[in-house]
């Protein structure tokens, strides 16, 4: 009996049906059908309705297990006794009958045998129970017939405490008692009619355990008596210790402590500094993080729990995603595939249902059943990010991919490149096969720096490309970002028109002889160079003997820049010269900086370099071994720059120092504020006019190269600039105005954001400026309140004469937004 809706079960049984529902990771069903093969029933009829698909697929004819299966389906619920008589044709001869979802190792010969002795019409195997208040009370003669049934009875009905379990032995006569078609139940009328009818009607008291697992509380209940051993159950995987069972392919660090009863699934990574106490189940390609604490719960196939993150006594449907921090208390159900964000607690009894998504920071204290903010957005910061192969899928790539590819017109070719791991490997394949199959042809730079992605997207051959990365900041994170026609990052519009074709499934597909192709560039790296060697002048650079050390960061930049800087005559000592996806995992930043202005000091270089793994930011280190800031960085190419400009403008965002423009305008140039978003000033980059921008975190462009960042031709600019310069950088840093700014965030609702906006613009006075957010103008300095586009949080910088002032700005304002927000 396979057709329920375990409805009492929801959320788990809202894309499951309850008999496939997991028990010490094996669907319930093939645990029942593992008892009766043991006892000798190999012809197995199973009665199918709530999403038999799930049944039929997984168990097929159940040659894989021993027996021979065959379905009857059920169109409309036709109850116990009427969903067996649909399958009479195929009941010539005495059958029994037991439920898909129970979990039981009764000894089903003993009914049978009994049956027989007693030459019944029926048998009704019965059991005792402490609380019978859920079940269909029989109470039997002395001689084991049956007197009578009370189905559900209250306390006060309560006269015995054996119950039907729901498993029958009958004889092909009980047919005529059933009505053909209609819906009808075995205790409430057909045994009843047999009483009525004096046929001989018998209950056989059985041996052993038995549940029902009709609820939450039984499903978790039903998990602690398997690994208690009260149920003799096939627990899939090896038993190391005493009670622990490990399924093949996990990997458990030797830092984690697993403390048993405990499953553990195949394919299970649990991480150093996780812990998991009794009576935790997990299914099979879990990944545990550190320092997750579980106990007491079940966690279903493909689910993923970050670091920090406290689960007790819950149930979490199968590729759910749980990120760091959260919490999951006593009772609480998560559906399948749901996304739990970061710090949020999921409190006790609360049930949330399939494909939620719960943002950052929510405390969920009432069950969430239609509620939802829908979808998460597909893009975030920078491009579609996510965890590799948990968020970021093959299947999500190339359905991507298909979109991206139904955005431009059929034959377009456009360039495709990727780091050096095999996550970016894998998905990068994935979306070049959904590019071919809507009809775009591709040019495979493979392992490439995003410069020279761009740099041969902007070339006649190409309109448009994408990049397959690692996140600099967690090894586990994929970035997939998108490239428009001139190698800039794409805008809102055509972002929302992907965003909008993936939602709605609606991708191009093109007939077999259009299907696109796949090329590789064959001198991509050389014309990159010989056009960056172009824009700077090589015989001045050369005169002044430049010795530079360099940081590669293992990042693919070290394909490129030997051949720039050997074009320019410097002397060269560089660091981490290779690309290597393990190293640039582990790769720190600050200490390769540090480590580089050791070696600037000791071999008396002119300046040093880090470039980042993507080759689009720069750090800089000065003569005399001085880590540049960011901001530092950004004043000296403005110093420098501006004498030697083509064009009469420079580029900053809105929250860049003031010193900026005052620079500037000393050179007589002009300044251009824009957004905060990186493609804003990308944008603004293309603009006739303006020369130079940067970002203030390390990002520069030259738009006579290329209008998109490029840490390998800042640096070439940057030896330009010094060589005409005649200057040392350690000399124009000492001549920079010192900086003092401060930022903060403040937590803020979303639905709050609009009024925080609208309530400082109203009491900001007349100097304000409204390119992106609030930025209010004060006689030495400035404030900028920007609600952050991705997170319930408002960001504030300030500018003042003094670090006290600007510290001063940024609290008086971060105390505005949280009175707003109270």
């Given at each position: 009996m396979a057709g329920g809706e375990g409805t009492r079960l929801r959320p788990l049984t809202s894309t499951t049906p309850k008999p496939m529902l997991p028990i010490a990771n094996r669907p319930m069903m093939e645990h029942v059908i593992a008892l009766l093969k043991r006892h000798g029933f190999d012809e197995i009829i199973v009665t199918v309705a709530f999403l038999?698909?799930?049944?039929?697929?997984?168990?097929?004819?159940?040659?894989?297990?021993?027996?021979?299966?065959?379905?009857?389906?059920?169109?409309?619920?036709?109850?116990?006794?009427?969903?067996?008589?649909?399958?009479?044709?195929?009941?010539?001869?005495?059958?029994?009958?037991?439920?898909?979802?129970?979990?039981?190792?009764?000894?089903?010969?003993?009914?049978?045998?009994?049956?027989?002795?007693?030459?019944?019409?029926?048998?009704?195997?019965?059991?005792?129970?402490?609380?019978?208040?859920?079940?269909?009370?029989?109470?039997?003669?002395s001689d084991g017939?049956?007197?009578?049934?009370?189905?559900?009875?209250?306390?006060?009905?309560?006269?015995?405490?054996?119950?039907?379990?729901?498993?029958?032995?009958?004889?092909?006569?009980?047919?005529?008692?059933?009505?053909?078609?209609?819906?009808?139940?075995?205790?409430a009328e057909i045994f009843p009619a047999l009483l009525r009818a004096k046929e001989r009607l018998y209950g056989a008291v059985v041996e052993g355990y038995w549940e029902d697992v009709g609820t939450l509380e039984s499903y978790l209940t039903a998990h602690k008596d398997v690994l208690d051993r009260k149920v003799q159950l096939d627990v899939p995987g090896f038993q190391v210790n005493e009670g622990i069972w490990i399924g093949e392919g996990a990997e458990i660090s030797p830092d984690a402590e697993v403390s048993g009863p405990a499953v553990i699934g195949p394919g299970s990574k649990i991480e150093g500094g996780a812990r998991l106490g009794e009576y935790t189940v997990l299914g099979s390609n879990v990944r545990i993080l550190s320092d997750v604490q579980i106990e007491r719960s079940v966690l279903h196939d493909n689910v993923y729990v970050g670091r920090g993150a406290r689960l007790r006594g819950a149930l979490v449907g199968r590729a759910t995603s749980i990120r760091s921090n959260s919490r999951v208390d006593e009772g609480a159900v998560i559906g399948d595939e749901v996304f739990v964000g970061a710090d949020v607690v999921i409190g006790g009894n609360v049930k949330v249902y399939p494909f939620k998504t719960i943002e950052d920071g929510a405390i969920v204290n009432t069950s969430i059943v239609w509620e939802s903010k829908g979808t998460r957005s597909l893009f975030g910061r920078g491009g579609i990010t996510g965890i590799a192969n948990v968020d970021v899928t093959p299947e999500l790539a190339t359905k991507v991919a298909m979109a991206y590819g139904t955005t431009l017109k059929k034959g377009t070719t456009i360039v495709t490149s990727r780091d050096s791991s095999r996550a970016a490997r894998m998905l990068k394949r994935s979306m070049m096969a959904g590019l071919n199959a809507a009809g775009i042809d591709v040019l495979d730079l493979e392992i490439a720096?995003?410069?020279?992605?761009?740099?041969?997207?902007?070339?006649?051959?190409?309109?448009?490309?994408?990049?397959?990365?690692?996140?600099?900041?967690?090894?586990?994170?994929?970035?997939?970002?998108?490239?428009?026609?001139?190698?800039?990052?794409?805008?809102?519009?055509?972002?929302?028109?992907?965003?909008?074709?993936?939602?709605?499934?609606?991708?191009?597909?093109?007939?077999?002889?259009?299907?696109?192709?796949?090329?590789?560039?064959?001198?991509?790296?050389?014309?990159?160079?010989?056009?960056?060697?172009?824009?700077?002048?090589?015989?001045?650079?050369?005169?002044?003997q430049f010795k530079i050390v360099i940081d590669y960061s293992f990042g693919a930049t070290s394909f490129v820049m030997p051949n720039v800087l050997s074009k320019l005559g410097a002397d060269v000592l560089v660091v981490n010269p290779y690309a290597s996806t393990s190293s640039m995992l582990s790769f720190d930043p600050a200490a390769a900086a540090e480590r580089v202005a050791g070696i600037v000091r000791a071999s008396g270089a002119h300046l040093g370099a880090v470039l980042d793994s993507d080759g689009e930011r720069l750090t800089l280190i000065d003569d005399e071994g001085h880590i540049l800031s960011h901001t530092e960085a950004?004043?000296?190419?403005?110093?420098?720059?501006?004498?030697?400009?083509?064009?009469?403008?420079?580029?900053?965002?809105?929250?860049?120092?003031?010193?900026?423009?005052?620079?500037?305008?000393?050179?007589?140039?002009?300044?251009?504020?824009?957004?905060?978003?990186?493609?804003?000033?990308?944008?603004?980059?293309?603009?006739?006019?303006?020369?130079?921008?940067?970002?203030?975190?390390?990002?520069?462009?030259?738009?006579?190269?290329?209008?998109?960042?490029?840490?390998?031709?800042?640096?070439?600019?940057?030896?330009?600039?010094?060589?005409?310069?005649?200057?040392?950088?350690?000399?124009?840093?000492?001549?920079?105005?010192?900086?003092?700014?401060?930022?903060?965030?403040?937590?803020?609702?979303?639905?709050?954001?609009?009024?925080?906006?609208?309530?400082?613009?109203?009491?900001?006075?007349?100097?304000?400026?409204?390119?992106?957010?609030?930025?209010?103008?004060?006689?030495?300095?400035?404030?900028?309140?920007?609600?952050?586009?991705?997170?319930?949080?408002?960001?504030?910088?300030?500018?003042?004469?003094?670090?006290?002032?600007?510290?001063?700005?940024?609290?008086?304002?971060?105390?505005?937004?949280?009175?707003?927000?109270?």
């Open positions: 038999s698909n799930a049944i039929k697929t997984y168990f097929d004819d159940g040659s894989e297990f021993g027996v021979t299966i065959t379905y009857a389906d059920e169109a409309v619920p036709l109850g116990t006794a009427g969903s067996v008589a649909n399958a009479s044709a195929l009941l010539g001869e005495r059958f029994l009958v037991i439920s898909g979802d129970v979990i039981t190792d009764v000894d089903l010969t003993a009914i049978w045998d009994f049956h027989g002795d007693q030459q019944a019409v029926a048998t009704v195997g019965l059991t005792h129970v402490q609380d019978p208040l859920e079940f269909g009370i029989v109470i039997t003669r017939t049956i007197d009578r049934f009370l189905e559900k009875p209250t306390w006060g009905q309560v006269f015995s405490d054996t119950i039907n379990t729901g498993i029958y032995v009958l004889e092909p006569s009980i047919f005529k008692y059933i009505p053909a078609g209609k819906a009808s139940d075995f205790s720096s995003i410069p020279v992605t761009r740099f041969l997207i902007s070339s006649p051959r190409a309109f448009g490309g994408l990049t397959v990365r690692l996140h600099h900041n967690d090894p586990d994170r994929i970035v997939i970002r998108f490239f428009d026609a001139t190698g800039a990052d794409i805008d809102d519009d055509a972002r929302r028109k992907i965003e909008r074709l993936f939602q709605r499934e609606d991708y191009r597909r093109v007939l077999a002889e259009e299907i696109g192709d796949i090329d590789f560039p064959p001198r991509a790296l050389e014309e990159y160079t010989g056009a960056l060697a172009a824009t700077v002048e090589r015989q001045g650079i050369a005169q002044r950004s004043l000296v190419f403005v110093e420098l720059v501006c004498d030697h400009l083509i064009g009469d403008r420079i580029a900053v965002p809105l929250n860049a120092t003031a010193h900026v423009s005052s620079i500037a305008a000393s050179h007589n140039t002009g300044t251009t504020f824009t957004k905060l978003a990186r493609s804003a000033l990308m944008a603004a980059a293309t603009e006739p006019g303006v020369g130079f921008a940067a970002d203030g975190r390390g990002g520069y462009i030259v738009p006579g190269f290329l209008p998109a960042f490029d840490a390998a031709a800042a640096l070439a600019k940057m030896l330009d600039l010094l060589a005409r310069s005649g200057r040392t950088l350690s000399e124009v840093v000492a001549a920079l105005p010192t900086v003092h700014m401060a930022h903060e965030t403040v937590v803020t609702p979303w639905e709050q954001k609009g009024l925080v906006m609208r309530s400082l613009i109203e009491t900001a006075g007349p100097d304000v400026v409204l390119v992106d957010g609030v930025k209010v103008l004060h006689p030495t300095g400035w404030v900028l309140a920007r609600p952050d586009p991705l997170e319930p949080v408002t960001h504030v910088w300030s500018e003042g004469s003094t670090d006290v002032e600007a510290r001063q700005l940024a609290d008086e304002y971060v105390l505005r937004i949280r009175q707003l927000v109270r």
